[in-house]
T-cell receptor
């Protein structure tokens, strides 16, 4: 069974630009969550999508947005990039069936560098 | 006070040692507890998932949850060089599958041959 895939794996942008990252969940998984990982703050939750609707949201500015498609694939967008947005962006998927042991599985991440 | 505190290490042990990794938390609503392992330049990999208090064992790994003390632990027996990685604790009030996992900052472990 294929794992969570994220594209692109590496990205370099300049301040003020915008970026779109893509995530394909494990087959059968309906929930997709996004996290930002930095050395200073660690892993921080951005938002979660389930059945094309945002179900949970973390404490990030409105420049960070996302969406989910009918096939459960998800994209996140960051507009007006700032130097502090340089991070590893991780996508995680889960069945979200409420069953025992149902939890999140992570992709390899997209490393974004803002110059 | 951060919701989840985890000693960042680094922690260096000889091969074969027993490793103890710990997290404390402040939110009494947390009921779902996870340990992830992250190798350099990779995404976190789920190691252990427990609900509420108690112990769970899987091979060389044992997870313990003490909700009364708001303290969770991961023990690694017979540690191997391949266990060298960063270990992240994570927890949630809503269930492990529903977004918004709160992570510790991770403990970097090095197992020396």
């Amino acid at each position: 069974k294929a794992g969570v895939t994220q594209t692109p794996r590496y990205l370099i942008k300049t301040r003020g630009q915008q970026v779109t990252l893509s995530c394909s969940p494990i087959s059968g998984h309906r929930s997709v969550s996004w996290y930002q990982q930095t050395p200073g703050q660690g892993l921080q939750f951005l938002f979660e999508y389930f059945s094309e609707t945002q179900r949970n949201k973390g404490n990030f500015p409105g420049r960070f947005s996302g969406r989910q498609f009918s096939n459960s694939r998800s994209e996140m967008n960051v507009s007006t990039l700032e130097l502090g947005d340089s991070a590893l962006y991780l996508c995680a998927s889960s069945r979200s069936s409420g069953g025992a042991g149902d939890t999140q599985y992570f992709g390899p991440g997209t490393r974004l560098t803002v110059l | 006070q951060k919701e989840v505190e985890q000693d960042p290490g680094p922690l260096s042990v000889p091969e074969g040692a027993i490793v103890s990794l710990n997290c404390t938390y402040s939110n009494s609503a947390f009921q779902y507890f996870m340990w992830y392992r992250q190798y350099s330049r990779k995404g976190p990999e789920l190691l252990m998932y427990t609900y509420s208090s108690g112990n769970k064992e899987d091979g060389r790994f044992t997870a313990q949850v003490d909700k009364s003390s708001k303290y969770i632990s991961l023990f690694i027996r017979d540690s191997q060089p391949s266990d060298s990685a960063t270990y992240l604790c994570a927890m949630s009030a809503q269930g492990g599958s529903q977004g918004n996992l709160i992570f510790g900052k991770g403990t970097k472990l090095s197992v020396k041959p």
